[in-house]
């Protein structure tokens, strides 16, 4: 038996995990970490750095284990956006998992037959939601080029809990018990259902030995497995089932390729911060970061109602450029150049002021931009990220998604299928024929709000990593961490547990009840008036190295994530 082997054989008596991996998070580390939105994934990626393995091999193994334990977020039919430090050449590179419309995609195929949009619930429920899956192929291609261990040692953990059976969580049966489109479909009901027809409550164990099979055959096989093959014939006839049928192939599914490239990186105070590029959610968070350069919010702090103003202002501003420009550069053109200009970026900052301005920005004109109509995509807010740091210093930022809770709600061989299609605006154009940059078109990728971060310093040494889950509200709530963790010093852990605010055209949400009564009444009067909102509930991952090399994680404590590290 290999050392993995004899680490996970271990790790699978602990299928509670939680208890466990709860009475270490805290203490301090100076080699390894992990820090993931569920204590067994956690758990499963350092037993893989335990055993001599990279950071590209333990987020195999973390993905693996979350796509069973968290299957409301992320999974084998889903995709994702992996920002990767390589130590050694400390350069920071990117991988664009991100699903793809099938060949067969129209662009009005979410218009119903009376020529409007389709409700956003029939969307997503029926097989036309569902795009080619990224995650894995792109976890391939990451750990082919930096893994130290067999691919095939990678999975054992997950088919074991697959197999034996791991506890619901409390998060997860309130997901099943959601009420949700998609926790009710046919196949989120028969899942998560025991023999007497009764819902499955926290504390049940669930087994999946569906999953445990495929996972036996990725482990085998790569995966082709996944994307050729009976699996691959059984996703394609799963989503042309139903009204409103999906045209995905298994030519969709044979051609699919991940995306590997330089991230896309913008110096900001004294660091250097890197994220995916187009269409990741990453040009939209280092222009929020640009802007906010152009302010005072650095000399400020989370108790100054000035500053949750600047950061209100801020994401108004590059959330309106994002919404009118952002697409899937292969397919549109977008002002990148322009829109991270910084000339473009001091003109938009000086819209920021001490009081909430009363009518909302419209998006600017950047260098560089051609006429888009206003996209009114609506996206939900199921995923999920994590942060990995490895014994040479390299670091995985993942964040990973099936989009809606339990994904379409459709399954297929263990695993739920993505609703990323519904990710692209319905409509491709406005009343007045103008383009949408995110409109639907064959072979294209959706526009995403994913932004796996990491940051280095002026030398190119890794300082910070940081994610989130929660749809368009993911490159708000990574804003506030990095702004609260390298310009106002605080720990990783109080960064990401501070208040959301999410601040989109007219609408102030986040964390009203975590602010306290004083300072919510002093951003009331500045005419940040938060409220309970759609996206207040982030799902935040990061990590950060304080003098001396300490590790510092951060899991959201809206969530059940933990850090963990030696």
């Known amino acids: 038996m290999t050392p993995l082997f004899r680490g996970l054989a271990a790790l699978a008596l602990l299928t509670a995990g939680a208890a466990t991996a709860a009475a270490t998070v805290g203490a301090p580390a100076h080699h390894i970490m992990v820090v993931a939105a569920n204590p067994l994934a956690a758990q499963a990626g350092l037993a893989v750095l335990h055993a001599g393995g990279s950071a590209a091999d333990a987020a195999v193994a973390v993905q693996a284990v979350l796509g069973l334990v968290e299957p409301q977020s992320s999974g084998l039919g889903g995709g994702a956006f992996i920002s990767y430090y390589d130590a050694r050449t400390r350069r920071v590179l990117a991988y664009n998992g991100r699903e793809t419309a099938p060949l067969g995609a129209t662009a009005d195929m979410f218009l119903?037959?009376?020529g409007k949009p389709l409700p956003f619930e029939t969307a997503v429920l029926s097989g036309r939601s569902t795009g080619v899956p990224g995650a894995i192929a792109a976890l391939e291609l990451l750990q082919h080029e930096h893994g130290k261990l067999a691919w095939r040692d990678l999975f054992g953990e997950a088919e074991r809990l697959a197999t034996r059976g791991f506890i619901v969580s409390p998060r997860l049966a309130r997901m099943i018990a959601s009420g949700a489109s998609e926790a009710s479909a046919p196949d989120?009901?028969?899942?998560f259902s025991k023999s007497d027809g009764t819902r499955l409550v926290a504390g049940d164990v669930l087994k999946n030995s569906a999953y445990a099979a495929t996972l036996r055959r990725l482990a085998r096989e790569g995966t082709r497995a996944l994307y050729q093959g009976s699996i691959a014939r059984d996703i394609v006839q799963r989503v042309r089932e139903g009204e409103f049928a999906g045209s995905l192939s298994l030519e969709d599914l044979a051609r699919y390729r991940p995306i590997e490239s330089a991230a896309l990186?913008?110096?900001w105070q004294a660091y250097l911060v890197c994220a995916p590029p187009l269409p990741s959610g990453g040009s939209a968070l280092l222009q929020g970061l640009m802007l906010l350069a152009d302010t005072d919010i650095a000399q400020r702090g989370p108790q100054d109602p000035i500053a949750w103003v600047e950061l209100g202002e801020a994401e108004r501003l590059m959330f309106a450029d994002r919404n009118l420009y952002i697409g899937d550069p292969n397919f549109v053109s977008v002002p990148l150049d322009g829109l991270l200009d910084p000339d473009y970026i001091r003109d938009r900052a000086a819209q920021i002021g001490d009081r909430i301005a009363a009518t909302p920005p419209h998006a600017g004109v950047p260098p560089g931009a051609s006429a888009r109509a206003t996209d009114r995509t609506a996206e939900p807010g199921g995923t999920t990220h994590f942060v990995i740091l490895d014994t040479l210093g390299n670091v995985v930022s993942m964040t990973t998604t099936v989009e809606s809770i339990f994904g379409s709600g459709r399954m297929v061989d263990g695993f739920f299928?993505?609703?990323q299609l519904t990710d692209f605006s319905f409509s491709p154009t406005d009343v007045d024929g103008q383009p949408v940059a995110n409109a639907v078109a064959p072979g294209k990728r959706p526009r995403s709000a994913m932004s796996p971060t990491i940051v280095l310093d002026g030398q190119?040494?890794?300082v910070a990593a940081a994610g989130s889950a929660g749809g368009p509200a993911i490159i708000a709530y990574?804003?506030?961490t990095l702004v609260a963790a390298l310009d106002w010093h605080l720990s990783m852990r109080a960064a990401v547990a501070l208040p959301n605010l999410v601040a989109h055209g007219a609408n102030f949400s986040g964390d009203a009840d975590k602010f306290g009564p004083t300072l919510l009444d002093q951003l009331n009067?500045?005419?940040?008036?938060?409220h309970a909102g759609q996206y207040e509930e982030s799902g935040l991952t990061g990590l950060q190295v304080l003098a001396h090399g300490t590790l510092d994680g951060g899991a959201d404590p809206r969530r059940e994530g933990v850090a963990l590290g030696d």
Do not use: E, Q
């Open 525 to 530: 009067a500045r005419g940040l008036n938060v």
């Open 188 to 191: 989120a009901v028969h899942y």
């Open 460 to 462: 190119g040494r890794f």
């Open 112 to 114: 119903g037959a009376d």
């Open 478 to 480: 990574v804003l506030k």
């Open 265 to 267: 990186c913008r110096p």
């Open 417 to 419: 299928l993505n609703n």
